[in-house]
């Protein structure tokens, strides 16, 4: 303002004013300041402030010119018009070389005074003070965006209100804010954030009170004629200033921002505490709105994140195939059901036609354009589709068409694909069921009819040995007649026993006991052909429900099989061994290894020696293997066998009794 005075046309300072005067006058401003001769640029003045800044006393100063204090002047001078280089309203950059010698960068603004232009009034500042305090207000411009920014990336819209008001705290000095939040849910404006210490703001306004005076945004005093509660509030607390800034989003109402100014606040920081609760209330509005909109998009993410989790769960854990083709009738991808039932993965067959993956059938096209179409297709049957690996398979499929509930177009095509392989073996073993009790029947009726001849052939025979005299000598004849006789006895009742239904006497049976009684009665046998047996049995094992004398019928065929084995060897070794084993489900399984070291199973009789009427024996009817597992399956165990490089183990697995110690 010094310096406008001093250069105004008004004030001719050759005419009105002494050089004293004028050194006087510029002492009034911090700025250092220089009056300059034009005609030989000599110092004719110089402020307190540029004593300070030089190092030079005013007496000094006079004593100077232009060239000694300034380096490079003659880049500011100008020798035609006799003027300084200067633009009125813009400075320039040079250098002060002061008392000691010493440079100082510093910023010059000249402007030509005096009636014929005699003087040039100079007015300097450091360039270091002027970037300290433009880095001072650089710093606090990059603070509040720093402040700002952290706000915003708070986890909830309450805790990042609560960070904006911290920021609005300390840009207007004030203790007292709070942000009112509307709800669809509530007729009132609810409090949401406040610093508020005093607990001077309400729980609640009303709608109609932030209609009737909070329209826009107010600055008080002066208040108005008809104050509202909020301005009760503030006169109440003695405030200096109450601010009060609607937010809003477009033509919605989000709430409302109230400040209210600490006592003695000047009236020009007054107007700069609008303008900075006007930005405030834009930041508010900003990060509700995103606040807002991200809380829409999370909950529109979860809600399609648990269709999707279902979707999977229920595309992963249906026994039926499902492939989803694409609107080209390519396939986008497959379940793992399907992955079984195909024999491809997912990832191979993405992208593929439709009819590269299911081959076989020339029904299922048409039904797929019918889908395109929007018609479903809830029964596909008697379909016979091929594998990967080229087997065929029956199949049953449904169709279904996924459409836009907007458009009515199909997004995608659901592919139902029901393996009927299983139902098919089961038709098949049940068709064997019933053959076989058929046979069963046959085989009843076949032997009753047989045992009655043979019967009386055993009769005949034993009568003509008794009247037949001794020197007949055809003894042999009727000994074979009557072992034949036996032997077709035997055949007849073992397939008897395999055909028809045993009805079984189930108990607790001690398996250790009853294993021992069986070895002991074939001890004597296995000491005349050179068979060592040895019988291990782990400690408290559990007792089994069986029938006694069907598992007895088991084990004595087993020890049979084996010593029959070692007879060819002329000897060997019968090892039995008991333990129980843990199943992966189910209340665990007593297991017998029997193993002879005699000659084995041949190679090609491996896989059929559980047939019925497969044998190697010259006099083996095949049904004594078929028996032995027929009935340890129907008590709910399991046989196997593995072959050694010489001999046999047959494992037998059977149920232990429940609740047994």
Avoid at 316 to 335: A, C, R, S
Wanted: proline share 4%; aromatic share 6%; charged share 25%.
């Amino acid at each position: 303002m010094v310096f406008d005075a001093l250069t105004s046309q008004e004030n001719v300072l050759s005419e009105n004013l002494s050089l004293e005067e004028i050194g006087q006058i510029l002492d009034v401003t911090e700025i250092p300041s220089l009056l300059l001769s034009s005609q030989d640029k000599q110092v004719k003045a110089g402020n307190l402030a540029m004593v300070k800044l030089s190092g030079y006393t005013r007496e000094e100063l006079k004593t100077l010119r232009g060239e000694t204090l300034f380096k490079d002047m003659s880049a500011f001078w100008n020798d035609e018009t006799r003027r300084l280089n200067f633009s009125p309203h813009k400075s320039k950059e040079g250098t002060l070389i002061t008392r000691r010698n010493r440079e100082v960068s510093i910023n010059i603004k000249a402007r030509n005074v005096g009636s014929q232009a005699q003087f040039f009034l100079l007015s300097i500042r450091p360039l270091e003070k002027e970037r300290r305090q433009e880095i001072s207000k650089g710093k606090r411009h990059i603070e509040i965006g720093i402040q700002l920014t952290n706000a915003l990336q708070q986890p909830n819209l309450k805790a990042s209100l609560e960070k904006i008001l911290e920021m609005g705290k300390g840009i207007l000095n004030t203790d007292l804010a709070a942000i009112y939040k509307t709800y669809s849910t509530h007729p009132q404006l609810n409090k949401f954030v406040a610093v508020d210490k005093s607990q001077l703001f309400p729980a609640t306004i009303s709608t109609s009170e932030v209609i009737t005076h909070f329209k826009e945004s107010t600055l008080s005093p002066p208040y108005p004629l008809r104050i509202s509660s909020l301005h009760k509030i503030a006169l109440e607390s003695k405030a200096s200033f109450f601010i009060s800034i609607p937010l809003r989003d477009g033509d919605e109402l989000l709430g409302i921002l109230i400040v209210l100014g600490p006592r003695g606040t000047a009236s020009l920081e007054k107007k700069s505490a609008l303008l900075w609760g006007r930005q405030l209330g834009a930041i508010i509005e900003y990060a509700i709105r995103q606040f807002t909109h991200i809380e829409k998009l999370n909950s529109q993410v979860n809600q399609q994140a648990i269709i999707n989790l279902i979707e999977n769960k229920v595309s992963q854990h249906i026994f039926e195939g499902l492939i989803y083709l694409n609107t080209d009738l390519t396939i986008h991808k497959i379940n793992p059901a399907a992955e079984l039932i195909l024999g491809y993965t997912s990832e191979q067959i993405q992208k593929y036609p439709f009819d590269d993956v299911l081959i076989g059938s020339d029904r299922l096209a048409p039904a797929l354009r019918e889908a395109l179409d929007g018609i479903s297709t809830l029964k596909l049957d008697n379909l016979k589709l091929h594998r990967r690996d080229g087997s065929i398979f029956p199949a049953e499929l449904k169709i279904i068409p996924v459409v836009d509930t907007k458009t009515g177009k199909p997004l995608q095509i659901l592919l139902f694909v029901h393996d009927l392989s299983k139902e098919e073996k089961n038709r098949l073993q049940n068709q064997h069921l019933q053959r076989r009790a058929l046979v069963g029947d046959m085989n009843a009726i076949f032997a009753h009819e047989i045992r009655n001849p043979i019967n009386n052939i055993t009769t005949g025979v034993q009568l003509l040995e008794r009247i037949l005299p001794k020197e007949y000598g055809e003894e042999k004849i009727l000994n074979g007649l009557y072992e034949d006789c036996e032997r077709l006895t035997h055949t007849v009742n073992t397939i008897l026993n395999y055909s028809s239904s045993q009805n079984f006497l189930i108990k607790s049976v001690d398996l250790p006991h009853l294993l021992k009684e069986i070895l002991e009665r074939w001890r004597p046998r296995m000491k005349r052909i050179g068979i060592e047996y040895h019988l291990d049995i782990s400690p408290k094992l559990p007792q089994i429900l069986g029938d006694i004398h069907a598992l007895q019928q088991v084990f004595t065929n087993l020890i049979n099989n084996a010593v029959h084995a070692m007879v060819k060897t002329k000897g060997g070794i019968l090892a039995v061994k008991i333990r129980e084993i843990q199943k992966s489900h189910g209340n665990g399984a007593v297991k017998v290894d029997i193993l002879d070291t005699g000659c084995g199973i041949p190679k090609s009789a491996r896989d059929h020696i559980f047939e019925p009427f497969f044998t190697t024996k010259a006099d083996g009817t095949g049904l004594g293997l078929a028996i032995t597992k027929q009935i340890i399956t129907r008590h709910k165990g399991s046989i196997s066998v593995s072959h050694l490089p010489q001999g046999t183990v047959f494992h037998v697995r059977l149920p232990v009794q429940r609740n047994t110690p």
